[in-house]
């Protein structure tokens, strides 16, 4: 299992991946997390369990791979609210999804920056949020 992910990741590093000059849509499906945050830059697996939240990756896939992660502040939550959030997130594409036998999906994702959330829209199939992308500031 952990060569399989190294194999993953040693992949997914490669510079044809992630186009440096993506161009951030304003509004985004939003994924909830628990017991992890994701920074731009990093390249972490994900395991998706709940409905909404497979739909939210559905739809990253079907349009243009990018989704919105964020934190919940209760972890017991299950179907967590704008209020339930926090405000600041990270704009993240999904490299490769693998679908496994118990119905959860596995996503392997790339932070591309961080966003701020201005509104969460419940209605629908999954969460979207509506973003404020927040530039990288370099030490110098």
Known sequence: MAEQTN????????P???????????????LPLRDIVIYP?????LFVSRDRSIRAVDEALGENRMILLVCQKDLDKEEPQQEDLYK???VAVIMRMLKLPDGRIRILVQGV?????ES??????????QIQVVPEILAS
């Open 7 to 14: 194999e993953e990741i040693t992949q997914a590093l490669k």
């Open 16 to 30: 044809s991946e992630v186009d440096p000059q993506l161009q951030i849509p304003s509004e985004l499906p939003l």
């Open 41 to 45: 830059f990093m390249i972490v697996p």
């Open 88 to 90: 600041v997130g990270t």
């Open 113 to 117: 920056s961080r966003a701020m959330i």
């Open 120 to 129: 969460v829209n419940p209605g629908g199939e999954c969460l979207h949020a």
